[in-house]
């Protein structure tokens, strides 16, 4: 079985697992597995990007929009269908995407980094001073209905239903990406970050595979943003677009790694269970935990989490 | 007309106050390359270790007027003492690696400074006002403004001044404009590199420090006050070009009658202005108004 063939074969089998053993866990459980999907999908995103060496600290942006494109489609427009809603969250956020690649195709390194921070400051900016939207308090999100089933009061916010459509969007959208970044645009990335003049006297076109990534990343993160808000069914500038979360998603990419398509979700389950954990037990030095955690990734596991699973891998080729 | 007058004072206060904050980040980054997320943390360090101070130099009955060279001290203090550590005990092993990943080395730093700052001096709020209130208020053209606030542009000229004349007017500050402009160069001609960086981080560990310092009186020291700043910092240090002093002086006006002219005249546009000039400069020009541009590798 080739490498790649054995990604597909794990993600359905995870696919496969995860929504068979949704009847069985308890409620705290499921809506940690989605959390983490949903955010995993925003990290998936940066993934995209950190491939061709350019790191955002301003995701927060799409995922914002993505959440606030949700929530707005709810609660203005109305509207009640779950997969609806959350293509509204995508196209809102890939609208965005799209019009902003122009610009920051040109950026790299810490301008790359600053002009997206200024991007999702300059939303925040504008959330915290809407008071139809609530300003900094944000506003709920209804419980939204699915083919024109709704979910009756005694099931719990996170049903089956939900938890099932966020398994499947991060279970389609995991698949395209990695056969995306398998692909000849995809590996352009990595020939991106190693030596960008080279890749255009190559004949390719950097700025173009740049734009390309970028949208990804803005598509998947506007799908995460959608997913969380769906989740939580309540929105608020500083939990989406604010510099502080899109720090956070940066971590949780670090931690990852980028060597594979899974390592976002795998991160991301992982900040999440130990936030659940640390936020319980020792509230006082969570942030502490994240930073001594965050040095240590970079001086001693540069590839990220996934690394440890690969050194697995070859140890055990090699016997 | 009177609008006008409030908006160039609060302007050049503002802008003042900016200034001091953003100046020792723009020269750790045009010593040492870093953008420095940590100096938010500096700033908040800053401002608790002073509050804290002045809180209990008020429950003794010593000479109120004192308490300015409090915060000075605390400003010193506290800049040494982190600024030395975190250079010295974190920083120097990770010159080689790229500058995004600097960025988030210190911001490791910022989140574990975080919960220090909790964990020393709690989750509730300080108020030092006393310093504030001891210099009264004053009326300009009718507009009642507090004499501790235009102290703050006297603050701003000597930090200022005292930094051009060091780099440009002394012997270490030379030999550090050497380092900027080439680093390699500046090493085979014998200048100590690494004694540069890490006066240079104190140095700018200091005036984080201070700017804090001197802000704590202004405001209510609460958990949090970091994660503001550091942003705007930001803004104010790539309008101005990283890594240029003249820059963070005009990024800091720019900002400053930016936001003073929203807080008077649409004060839904506050947030939106300082980002949306930053947008702007890096859009047009973007390595700020007087940043230097830097030559692809090959």
């Known amino acids: ?319 | 007309m009177l609008s006008f007058v409030a908006i160039l004072i609060d302007g050049v206060v503002y802008a003042s106050w900016l200034f001091v904050i953003g100046i020792g980040l723009t020269l750790i980054y045009g010593v040492m390359n870093i953008l420095n997320v940590a100096h938010g943390s500096l700033y908040a360090l800053g401002a608790y270790s002073a509050a804290w101070l002045i809180g209990q130099y008020f429950l003794l009955d010593y000479p109120a007027a004192a308490s300015y060279l409090l915060i000075l001290i605390a400003a010193v203090a506290i800049g040494v003492i982190f600024g030395f550590i975190i250079e010295r005990g974190l920083l120097r092993f990770m010159y080689d690696r790229d500058e995004v990943v600097m960025v988030l080395v210190t911001y490791a730093v910022f989140l574990i400074l975080e919960d220090v700052m909790k964990l020393t001096w709690g989750v509730e709020s300080y108020m030092p006002y006393q310093p504030r209130y001891l210099l009264g208020n004053i009326s300009i053209m009718g507009l009642p403004f507090v004499v501790y606030d235009l102290c703050l542009v006297l603050l701003a000229l000597v930090v200022g001044i005292s930094v051009w004349l060091g780099l440009n007017r002394t012997r270490p500050g030379k030999l550090l404009i050497a380092v900027i402009y080439d680093r390699e160069l500046a090493l085979t001609i014998g200048i100590n590199v690494g004694r540069v960086f890490t006066i240079t981080f104190v140095i700018g560990s200091i005036l984080g420090a201070l700017g804090g310092g001197f802000t704590a009186p202004l405001i209510s020291v609460s958990p949090g006050i970091g994660i503001e700043i550091i942003v705007l910092a930001f803004a104010v240090v790539v309008i101005g070009g990283l890594g240029s002093i003249e820059g963070a002086a005009v990024g800091a006006l720019i900002v400053g009658f930016g936001r003073a002219a929203a807080v008077h005249l649409l004060p839904q546009a506050e947030l939106f202005v300082v980002f949306g000039v930053m947008t702007l400069v890096l859009l047009i020009r973007p390595h700020g108004l007087f940043g230097r541009a830097v030559l692809r590798k090959i």
Request: net charge neutral; hydrophobic share 55%; proline share 3%.
């Open chain 1, 1 to 319: 079985m080739t490498h790649q063939n054995r990604t597909v074969w794990c993600l359905t089998i995870a696919l496969i697992l995860l929504v068979a053993v949704q009847p069985v866990l308890p409620g705290w459980a499921v809506n940690m597995i989605a959390m983490s999907l949903s955010n995993g999908l925003v990290v998936l995103g940066l993934m995209v990007i950190m491939r061709a060496g350019l790191v955002s600290f301003g995701h927060g942006l799409y995922f914002g929009l993505g959440g606030y494109g949700t929530a707005l489609g709810a609660v203005f427009l109305g509207i009640t269908d779950a997969f609806v809603l959350v293509l509204l969250g995508i196209i809102a956020s890939t609208f965005v995407g799209f019009v902003l690649s122009f610009m920051i195709a040109r950026y790299r390194g810490i301008f790359f980094a600053l002009l997206n921070l200024a991007f999702s400051m300059l939303l925040f900016g504008i959330l915290v001073n809407s008071i139809v939207l609530g300003s900094t308090d944000g506003f709920s999100v209804p419980v939204p209905s699915y083919f024109g089933y709704v979910p009756s009061s005694a099931e719990t916010r996170v049903s089956f239903l939900l938890y099932g459509m966020i398994c499947l969007l991060v279970y389609v959208s995991t698949l395209a990406v990695h056969r995306y970044l398998n692909s000849t645009m995809g590996y352009i990335g990595e020939a991106i970050r190693e030596n960008e003049v080279r890749v255009d006297y190559l004949g390719a076109s950097v700025k173009q595979a740049i734009m390309v990534k970028y949208i990804i990343s803005a598509i998947l993160a506007g799908m995460g943003g959608a997913c969380t808000v769906l989740l939580i069914g309540h929105v608020t500038p500083e939990d989406t677009v604010y510099w502080t979360r899109s720090g956070e998603f940066v971590f949780v990419a670090i931690l990852s790694g980028t060597g594979n398509v899974a390592a976002p979700f795998i991160g991301s389950a992982m900040f999440e269970l130990v936030r659940t954990y640390a936020l319980q037990y020792a509230p006082e030095v969570w942030q502490m935990l994240l930073g001594a955690t965050l040095l240590l990734v970079i001086m001693f596991l540069p590839s990220g989490l996934w690394s440890l699973i690969r050194s697995h891998d070859r140890k055990r080729e090699q016997t």
